[in-house]
């Protein structure tokens, strides 16, 4: 999370009354990710103070928000732990600030965590298979933004910062990529992006919330496994297959994988690990976020 968006004290007190949640008693960035830009908010009303999440949608255009609040509502309503977008007086939960679409959340408890263990990796894995079940019943799409084409032409724009050897290594996964895609594998919406910093755990080490829906599109289910594995179980630089095997296994006490997800899904790996590292490359020169590690990933698994 990050602030790319300024404004003062009194254009965000003048925003926050059509939520008539009461008045604001303080505010501060959130600082870290590349993208979004978001702010823990202190709202006061008959003497109690209540914390709020304030997201400033910078790269997304007003029309796919609508997909992104049903993604976030539709679980919440379905019991999972998530924050719904709350809901002006008039019932608008998508809304205005700064130009920009803008969603205030109640603000989930617990912290991120940096090492992460088998039951950990476990309840992540529990919870995706939840989602896309529930995602299951929600009609509403949106493409994957980051297809084959787009990774053909980030690597065309970024090339210069690669060494020959990186250059041919994604060459390969696009077209990997390409073939995976062709086969008749499983597809709903995903989350497409939970590292471990877009879950919340509580003292005790359980899950309390998942946030940062901003990626959730409509894929081959395997992406999402194969994006949450290349982050929760990897160690420095080395895959954990006690991590892996936890994270798969709490998957499947919900939804069980078919034989060729079983088969493609260290290829899908592969093929994330170079999307993140294109995405990590496209956000600057230097980038907000190393792409070597992903880079390095990628290698290992081929």
Not at 75 to 81: E, S, T
Not at 174 to 191: C, S, V, W
Not at 272 to 280: E, H, P, Y
């Amino acid at each position: 999370m990050a602030t790319f968006t300024t404004f003062s004290e009194a254009s965000l007190s003048r925003y926050l009354v059509m939520f008539g949640r009461g008045d604001l008693a303080h505010f501060e960035p959130i600082e870290g990710g590349i993208e979004n830009s978001n702010y823990r908010v202190l709202l006061s009303r008959d003497d109690q103070d209540d914390d709020y999440i304030l997201t400033i949608i910078e790269h997304l255009g007003f029309a796919e928000v609508p997909f992104f609040n049903k993604v976030m509502a539709h679980l919440y309503h379905q019991g999972l732990p998530v924050a719904a977008p709350i809901a002006t007086l008039d019932g608008m939960t998508s809304t205005i600030f700064c130009g920009k679409p803008a969603f205030l959340f109640p603000k989930l408890d617990g912290s991120h965590l940096e090492r992460v263990s088998e039951s950990q990796c476990r309840e992540i894995g529990h919870f995706m298979a939840r989602s896309h079940q529930a995602w299951a019943g929600l009609t509403t799409e949106r493409d994957n933004p980051y297809h084959p084409g787009w990774m053909r032409e980030t690597l065309e724009q970024v090339s210069d910062r690669l060494t020959e050897g990186d250059r041919q290594l994604l060459r390969a996964l696009i077209r990997e990529y390409e073939d995976i895609l062709a086969d008749d594998l499983p597809r709903g919406i995903i989350h497409g992006d939970l590292f471990k910093d877009n879950a919340l755990f509580r003292e005790t080490g359980t899950l309390s919330g998942v946030i940062d829906f901003y990626h959730a599109c409509n894929d081959l289910l395997i992406q999402d496994i194969a994006i949450a594995i290349n982050d929760w179980c990897v160690n420095e630089t080395d895959l954990s297959e006690n991590l892996r095997e936890a994270l798969l296994t709490g998957y499947q006490e919900v939804r069980a994988l078919t034989v060729r997800e079983h088969q493609l899904l260290a290829p899908m790996q592969r093929v994330s690990a170079a999307r993140f590292a294109l995405t990590r490359l496209l956000s600057g020169d230097p980038p907000l976020k190393d792409p070597t590690a992903m880079l390095r990933l990628a290698r290992s698994l081929a």
